[in-house]
């Protein structure tokens, strides 16, 4: 029998990787990270996600990126730009974030027996994360394989899809309304459309824009 893991955040990316992973896999679970994050809410959102996806959801805390860490997701008296910079990543990247999940889910997987990891990272719409690039995947890969002498497959099912086509996945699986209604991608925490202002609600919003006309046009 199949098993795969999911980072899971409650957002947008991660809940559509939420429900590929249950159509390509027998069993799915999830984990999650309270790091201090200003949008703390959306772990509310990936709870219920979860819970009607019939999947088990495990949520550590990690102190580190909080204490550390100079960005506007985990310093709230930081505001969080509203533009993308053009010389510097945006004051939301939180340094490290993507890897530490990803070795604290692989940490958890081989306790677990489970090979194959999931994660909603991508850089077709890149928004100058360098721990979105495919390179950066690849790498940790096989970084991971080698530290635990396991055999980990990570999985990026969005790497090379922008944000309408990502819509356009959650609609095939059937899970579309889910993901609109319910997931919180705002970095304000706002479910749904969000706050429409910040640079994720920016992405998203734009990204359903281009699906619906695309698919009203078919």
């Keep these: 029998m199949s098993k795969a893991l999911v980072v ?63 960005n506007s997701l985990t310093d709230n008296a930081m505001e969080v730009e509203t533009n993308q910079p053009d010389h510097r990543p945006p004051n939301t990247l939180v340094e490290g974030r993507n890897m530490l999940f990803l070795t604290y889910a692989a940490v958890f997987a081989k ?6 990891i999931i994660t909603g990272v991508g850089q077709a719409d890149y928004s100058g994360y360098p721990d979105c ?19 980990y497959h990570l999985h990026t099912p969005l790497m090379w899809l922008d944000k309408s086509e990502i819509w356009h996945m959650a609609d095939e699986l059937g899970v579309f309304e889910i993901v609109r209604d319910q997931t ?30 695309s698919k009203n046009n078919g």
């Design 184 to 213: 919180i991608t705002c970095y304000h925490g706002i479910p749904g459309e969000g706050c429409g202002i910040c640079p994720s609600c920016k992405l998203r919003n734009r990204g359903l824009l281009n699906y619906l006309k």
């Design 8 to 70: 899971f955040s409650g957002g947008q990316d991660s809940t559509t990787c939420l429900f590929w992973a249950k159509k390509h896999f027998d069993e799915v679970l999830a984990i999650a990270f309270d790091y201090g994050q200003r949008h703390i809410v959306e772990l509310d959102a990936a709870k219920k996600i979860a819970a009607e996806a019939d999947v088990r959801l495990n949520i550590f805390k990690i102190n580190l990126l909080s204490e550390v860490s100079h």
């Design 133 to 151: 690039r495919n390179e950066f995947i690849l790498s940790l890969n096989q970084t991971l394989n080698l530290s635990m002498d396991f055999e």
């Design 111 to 116: 306790a677990n027996r489970i090979n194959d």
